[in-house]
């Protein structure tokens, strides 16, 4: 028999629901944030800068559903503190979305040891740790949603040509491998984590170049050529593909990455 009516209405409620982001208030998550708060969650953006958040959500932040806690990825003790003041402060997360990244480092020919080690660290080690962190309380609640942020560079190989007016854009090798390695982490600890009611997916941004970027109208054209929407991505065209991974619409989703691209990796 099917679902009443009335049970289709909510798939997409986040109401009562608890999500730690992140890499809350960057080009990407700032509109991340405000998706899932919009459709009810507690957002809980986990950062090192306050007064940035403070720059980005003003200060209506709290009352439209969206917090801060200070905490920085790239310390396990650090993430533990940030994990454990939210559990206290709003209760026990049904979403952990990780977003943050860090790295240095351009050029392909040229990165140092610490550089290459650095970026993966930042791309991928912050990943698996706040994963391993979080566990304690989805396993707590009886399940829960992880969801993992990669990149199109973490599942093809950039196009050298679209760089050669704006060298210092260059996607380097250590970021796409990390980024791959992301998507690798998702399927392992999909199936690690079904026994526990856990889902973990990937959301794969395309090319979403920040506003400083967007300054350099003859990269913006390389892009835009090469994506078959014809243009680049704009920080909501993405919010919506968390909104779904967090809701009740994915429940039987597990392991998948979600590439939102404009169609960039199809070709």
Not at 36 to 52: F, M, N, S
Request: charged share 15%; aromatic share 10%.
């Amino acid at each position: 028999m099917p679902a009443s009516p009335a049970a289709y209405t909510t798939l997409f409620s986040l109401q009562d629901h608890v999500v730690l982001l992140t890499g809350g208030y960057g080009h990407l998550g700032r509109a991340v944030a405000a998706g899932l708060a919009a459709h009810g969650a507690t957002v809980v953006v986990i950062g090192r800068r306050p007064e940035t958040f403070a720059d980005v959500f003003g200060a209506d932040a709290a009352a439209e559903g969206i917090h801060l806690i200070e905490g920085d990825v790239a310390d396990t003790a650090s993430v533990q503190a940030a994990f454990r003041t939210a559990r206290e402060q709003f209760g026990l997360p049904s979403v952990l979305i990780n977003n943050a990244t860090y790295g240095k480092g351009n050029q392909p020919e040229a990165l140092t040891d610490e550089e290459f080690a650095f970026t993966l660290d930042g791309a991928l080690g912050s990943t698996y740790r706040c994963i391993r962190e979080i566990l304690p309380y989805l396993r707590e609640r009886g399940g829960g949603k992880i969801i993992n942020v990669a990149s199109m560079y973490g599942v093809v190989a950039p196009d050298f040509t679209a760089y050669e007016a704006t060298p210092q854009f260059t996607n380097p090798p250590h970021y796409g491998a990390a980024k791959a390695g992301v998507i690798q982490l998702t399927k392992y600890f999909a199936s690690y984590l079904a026994a526990d009611h856990i889902q973990v997916n990937c959301v794969t941004p395309g090319a979403f170049p920040s506003a400083p970027v967007q300054q350099h109208p003859e990269f913006i054209r390389e892009l835009e050529r090469r994506i078959p929407l014809g243009r680049i991505g704009r920080p909501e065209d993405l919010a919506g593909a968390f909104v779904y991974l967090s809701s009740r619409a994915a429940d039987f989703v597990t392991g998948h990455n979600l590439i939102v691209d404009g169609g960039w990796t199809i070709r």
